[in-house]
């Protein structure tokens, strides 16, 4: 990375960072030396550490330049430690960043952040998490998409060959609203410990909503839930095996750990119940398109076709306000969870 | 055996930016209409079939079978 001499109007700036075609399409911040350093000294990372090679072009995203995409995306120092951790994430092969940067699918990186350090960053699990309206979870989002776009070069049209984009590819961050969960946080259910800060990145989907505004027990919020899964336009319908992401709200979840659910149960039943006869799963959507499991060749037209491979593969985590909707993330399908601690360069948590 | 990278022209940007990026910029790619996706088997014959001009340029006529 080098220092270059930009216009120092901020307008003027921002008009030449789109020529540059470093923007997103929205202004940035520059990254001037002094906030870029303001960034560093938030990590022990040093500045010229390599995090990894983003593909395609394979270029390094050394700290300081994850420091320099952070700053323009409007993060405070704060969000470094998460940040670093969101690109080892996402540069793990399971996560296929690849794929998911020259796809058609409309995916975006989606970063969930959950412990300590996502409180001390300021990162939002509650109402409206989603966004928009938080300053980390909007800026965290941002700043990796700006990576994937100016370190990694998947530009929209060019590279990156979405067919029609998304708008979760400016931003998809969130946070676990552990106040609301009446199981253990995520990253323990994963085998984490609850001090640790886990980033949780899979190339997945904007939000598609779950609305159950009647059910008083978990049959029926589950079984809402499992009516929406299951459908042949999804990635997940065909590609095996694939995680999907459920966001369970305060209030669907309160129903289901009343009669005594755990996150398991939730995730057995959605292993059980997300199915598609056969009947219509060949009739369109990616059929022929990926090897199938062999147990298909046996299908007859009612044969319901599972899209979980394993009931872990269904990843729930509690986020959201109040109101009946919670929220499924399908995923590009060839692209699997991957989840890294917020650590140092010797690989210690993080702690605040 | 004779081996050609094939890309679909939708991608022939993405695939000039990974071979600069894999250190092989002379990496020939034949480029053929999109998508490829439901084309079928007959189509796909027809395709690879127009690709032999170009494999035999590259490499010379196919050896003894």
Redesign the interface.
């Known amino acids: 990375m080098s220092l270059v001499e930009v216009p120092e109007d901020l307008a003027d700036f921002n008009r030449w960072a789109v020529d540059q075609r470093w923007s997103d399409g929205l202004p940035l911040v520059p990254p001037t030396r002094e906030l870029v350093d303001d960034a560093l000294r938030a990590t022990p990372w040093p500045a010229d550490a390599v995090v990894g090679q983003v593909?395609?072009?394979?270029?390094a995203a050394t700290v300081e330049v994850i420091a320099a995409n952070a700053v323009m995306a409007g993060c405070r120092p704060s969000a470094m430690p998460i940040l670093i951790a969101a690109v080892q994430a996402m540069l793990d092969p399971a996560v296929n960043l690849?794929g998911a940067q020259?796809t058609t699918h409309p995916c975006a990186i989606m970063v969930m952040v959950t412990g300590p350090l996502a409180d001390v960053a300021g990162i939002h699990g509650g109402s409206g998490c989603f966004g928009p309206g938080f300053h980390a979870n909007a800026s965290i989002g941002r700043a990796v998409r700006l990576i994937q776009q100016n370190v990694g070069?998947a530009w929209p049209g060019?590279?990156d060959?979405a067919t029609h984009g998304t708008p979760a590819k400016f931003s998809f961050c969130f946070g676990e609203n552990e106040a609301a969960n009446p199981w253990e946080p995520y990253r323990v259910s994963r085998g984490f410990e609850v001090e640790d800060t886990v980033i949780t990145v899979v190339a997945a989907e904007g939000p598609h909503n779950l609305n159950d505004h009647v059910s008083k027990d978990p049959r029926g919020v589950l079984f809402t839930f499992a009516q929406t899964i299951s459908t042949i336009g999804s990635n997940n319908a065909y590609c095996q095996p694939a995680d999907f992401v459920l966001a369970i709200s305060p209030e669907h979840v309160q129903v289901v750990a009343d009669a005594g659910f755990t996150r398991h149960d939730v995730q057995q039943y959605l292993f059980e119940r997300c199915r598609i006869s056969y009947r219509h799963w060949k009739l369109g959507g990616m059929i022929g398109?990926l090897p199938q499991p062999k147990h298909l060749e046996a299908a007859d037209d009612d044969y319901p076709v599972p899209i979980l491979k394993t009931a872990d593969d269904a990843h729930v985590v509690v986020a959201g306000g109040p109101g009946r909707h919670s929220a499924w993330m399908p995923t590009f399908g060839i692209s699997r969870i991957a989840n890294r601690v917020a650590c140092d360069p010797d690989g210690g948590a993080l702690r605040p | 055996m004779r081996t050609l990278t094939i890309c679909t022209d939708?991608?022939e940007?993405?695939a000039d930016?990974?071979k600069s990026?894999?250190g092989m910029p002379d990496l020939g790619i034949a480029i053929i209409d999109h998508p490829l996706?439901y084309r079928s088997a007959e189509e796909l014959e027809q395709i690879a079939d127009a690709l032999e001009p170009l494999l035999t340029s590259r490499f010379g006529p196919p050896g003894p079978s």
């Open positions: 593909p395609p072009r394979l270029a690849f020259a070069g060019e590279t060959r398109m | 939708v991608f940007q993405m930016l990974e990026a894999l996706v």
